[in-house]
């Protein structure tokens, strides 16, 4: 089984991305052979500061492998170390229809926050589908915001094999129902770009900040308060033991506990959570030329496996 997801360094992940698509990852590189890369070519649709993609990019690395990826097992490599990325996404974007693009959701949504409408942004699809089929991939762990993006690549693997015969695989999606999405601390969906993120390396005082900024109703200290709807209990279902979410669930109903005190809580859990991948971050840092060398056998191995699937798709379609 080949296993497949990338994450864009458009900005400093958080524990959205941790729970909906790192951690998922990370459990299924003892499954199959992983290959995970940080999604550069895709982050350019928003990102304008050259010298920030290359930083965001060395910190999505250096994040990931602190939170348990491990090279050994799992291939991590930068998107833009194998171009031939792009040059599938031009071959699948001649069959792909413009009506199967014109529905998609985050397309619909980033032009709705203002973001330029750019044809690379339309396409974007299209490279997570070129991105997706170039490694014969079978598996696709991401967050339920990234659902329509594989179906619509599962779209284009088949629209390509009914015109020049069977080339592609068909990959699935997977994704965790209990942290398909995960709120941000106003209630919507965590998101960098939303500014409601909770960080997984974030500076210890900006995260006790965030936890406490939490949006609540204003249900006095004493009133027993509805613990199914709460953000808090969300994000503390992630950390806490069946028995300790019981327990907040317990106090909520009751009253007499305000929610102050449960974000206390929430915070207090989060940090322990993170506390030996933070360690272990630290050990990276300290190693000039790990990360380097993560990513230079990453892009050999995925350069390797992406040539060999291109010289199939090159032959099937009439070119060479
Ligand atoms: P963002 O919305 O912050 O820009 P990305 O689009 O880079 O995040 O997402 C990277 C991965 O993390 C994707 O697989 C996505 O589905 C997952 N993800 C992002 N935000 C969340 C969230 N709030 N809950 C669950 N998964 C998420
Ligand atoms: N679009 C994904 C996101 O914004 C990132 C991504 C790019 C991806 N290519 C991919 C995820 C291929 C899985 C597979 O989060």
Request: glycine share 6%; with cysteine.
């Given at each position: 089984?080949?296993?497949?997801?990338?994450?864009?360094?458009?900005?400093?992940?958080?524990?959205?991305?941790?729970?909906?698509?790192?951690?998922?990852?990370?459990?299924?590189?003892?499954?199959?052979?992983?290959?995970?890369?940080?999604?550069?070519?895709?982050?350019?649709?928003?990102?304008?500061?050259?010298?920030?993609?290359?930083?965001?990019?060395?910190?999505?690395?250096?994040?990931?492998?602190?939170?348990?990826?491990?090279?050994?097992?799992?291939?991590?490599?930068?998107?833009?170390?194998?171009?031939?990325?792009?040059?599938?996404?031009?071959?699948?974007?001649?069959?792909?229809?413009?009506?199967?693009?014109?529905?998609?959701h985050s397309?619909?949504?980033?032009?709705?926050?203002?973001?330029?409408?750019?044809?690379?942004?339309?396409?974007?699809?299209?490279?997570?589908?070129?991105?997706?089929l170039i490694?014969?991939?079978?598996?696709?762990?991401?967050?339920?915001?990234?659902?329509?993006?594989?179906?619509?690549?599962?779209?284009?693997?088949?629209?390509?094999?009914?015109?020049?015969?069977?080339?592609?695989?068909?990959?699935?999606?997977?994704?965790?129902?209990?942290?398909?999405?995960?709120?941000?601390?106003?209630?919507?969906?965590?998101?960098?770009?939303?500014?409601?993120?909770?960080?997984?390396?974030?500076?210890?005082?900006?995260?006790?900040?965030?936890?406490?900024?939490?949006?609540?109703?204003?249900?006095?200290?004493?009133?027993?308060?509805?613990?199914?709807?709460?953000?808090?209990?969300?994000?503390?279902?992630?950390?806490?033991?069946?028995?300790?979410?019981?327990?907040?669930?317990?106090?909520?109903?009751?009253?007499?506990?305000?929610?102050?005190?449960?974000?206390?809580?929430?915070?207090?859990?989060?940090?322990?959570?993170?506390?030996?991948?933070?360690?272990?971050?630290?050990?990276?840092?300290?190693?000039?030329?790990?990360?380097?060398?993560?990513?230079?056998?990453?892009?050999?191995r995925a350069?390797?496996?992406?040539?060999?699937?291109?010289?199939?798709?090159?032959?099937?379609?009439?070119?060479?």
């Amino acid at each position: 089984m080949r296993i497949l997801s990338g994450i864009q360094p458009s900005g400093v992940l958080h524990i959205g991305n941790y729970f909906g698509m790192m951690r998922p990852a990370i459990a299924l590189q003892a499954e199959g052979e992983a290959l995970y890369f940080i999604a550069d070519y895709h982050a350019l649709t928003s990102v304008r500061d050259p010298e920030a993609l290359r930083t965001n990019s060395r910190r999505v690395a250096l994040d990931f492998l602190a939170c348990g990826l491990d090279p050994e097992r799992a291939t991590l490599f930068r998107h833009s170390d194998v171009p031939q990325v792009t040059e599938l996404a031009w071959i699948l974007s001649t069959v792909a229809p413009m009506g199967l693009l014109e529905r998609a959701h985050s397309y619909k949504d980033k032009l709705a926050r203002g973001v330029a409408a750019t044809v690379g942004l339309f396409n974007y699809p299209v490279l997570m589908a070129a991105d997706i089929l170039i490694y014969d991939s079978d598996v696709v762990p991401v967050g339920k915001d990234q659902k329509q993006h594989i179906e619509m690549t599962r779209d284009l693997a088949v629209k390509m094999n009914e015109t020049f015969g069977q080339i592609f695989k068909l990959p699935e999606a997977r994704i965790q129902p209990a942290t398909e999405t995960v709120p941000g601390i106003d209630g919507q969906k965590m998101s960098k770009s939303y500014g409601n993120n909770i960080d997984i390396f974030g500076d210890e005082k900006e995260t006790r900040k965030r936890v406490m900024s939490i949006v609540t109703d204003s249900t006095p200290v004493e009133a027993p308060k509805d613990p199914e709807r709460s953000t808090i209990v969300q994000l503390y279902s992630l950390f806490a033991s069946k028995d300790e979410l019981a327990n907040m669930k317990e106090q909520f109903k009751k009253g007499g506990t305000g929610y102050g005190d449960f974000k206390k809580e929430l915070f207090e859990k989060l940090r322990e959570y993170f506390a030996p991948m933070r360690k272990r971050r630290e050990e990276i840092l300290r190693d000039k030329s790990y990360i380097n060398n993560v990513l230079t056998k990453g892009a050999k191995r995925a350069n390797e496996i992406a040539e060999q699937v291109m010289q199939r798709v090159r032959k099937a379609v009439g070119l060479r």
